[in-house]
């Protein structure tokens, strides 16, 4: 059965210090809640995440990274492998964020291979993807989606789910205060969910979980992860607020 997960994405945020007030102010917030079958996944950047690791120890947060390089080592100024995760306890990790592919020209190719190494790494993967504007307005999303869940996923053998998380992040209403109704994420992960049955099984579809990302807030959060196929949230700028970040994971 696929689990319930709540997970914050830093971006470029929080220093060393700002890491562990962060980190602490999360662990009071959540000290008294019962999480069941509920995730609690926060992703810092490089440079905090070995400390995030130490801190979380014995708590119910996972630590995740932003990204990583799909090459296992060498002439690669700047970049992260899966082995050097590994090494400091890093077993999760995002990949293809709107950001990532809009700022650092990363397309579904490129993702495909990263995905490859990070499963044969033995990673578990919370791939994004999601239609631009432009897209919705076009009525042309639902082909955006199929086509990046397509060309980066569809070449993982079924077995491969069990490490992939998805996260659905329509990219117009992410750090814009727009956010899709409850009834629009609905729509799109249900879509998700078929084109992942047609291509393989019912069983790989419905075993998976599929987040939302795109400006989650305690004040939308219960309404969105109502829904039936809305499995939790990928959150960005709320999750840099223990309160915030907390009432959603609550929430859900």
């Not at 995440?49 to 130490?54: E, M």
């Not at 990790?93 to 809009?102: D, F, K, N, Q, Y």
């Not at 994004?128 to 199929?146: A, I, P, S, T, Y």
């Not at 956010?179 to 047609?198: N, P």
């Amino acid at each position: 059965m696929r689990k319930k997960i709540v997970a914050g994405n830093w971006k470029m945020n929080n220093t060393i210090t700002q890491t562990n007030t962060l980190i602490d102010g999360l662990k009071t917030e959540l000290k008294e809640t019962t999480l069941e079958d509920t995730r609690v996944i926060i992703a810092p950047s490089f440079v905090n995440l070995q400390q995030a690791v130490v801190a979380t120890e014995e708590s119910v947060i996972e630590v995740s990274a932003q990204n990583m390089h799909q090459s296992k080592n060498g002439a690669y100024t700047g970049e992260v492998s899966a082995e050097m995760l590994s090494s400091i306890g890093i077993e999760t990790v995002i990949l293809g964020h709107s950001e990532r592919r809009t700022y650092f020209n990363e397309t579904d190719q490129s993702l495909a291979e990263k995905v490859a190494t990070a499963i044969e790494e033995g990673f578990e993967v919370i791939f994004c993807f999601g239609e631009q504007l432009e897209d919705r307005e076009g009525e042309n999303h639902f082909n955006v989606v199929k086509k990046q869940l397509t060309e980066a996923l569809f070449g993982l053998a079924p077995e491969a789910y069990g490490k992939i998380i998805l996260a659905y992040e329509p990219v117009w209403a992410i750090g814009t205060g727009k956010t899709a109704s409850a009834d629009q994420a609905q729509e799109m992960h249900a879509f998700i969910r078929k084109t992942l049955s047609e291509k393989y099984t019912d069983s790989v579809a419905n075993n998976v979980s599929i987040l939302y990302g795109g400006s989650v807030k305690p004040n939308n959060a219960k309404d969105i992860f109502s829904k039936p196929d809305v499995d939790g949230g990928l959150i960005g700028g709320a999750s840099l607020k223990a309160v915030d970040f907390s009432e959603i994971v609550k929430a859900i």
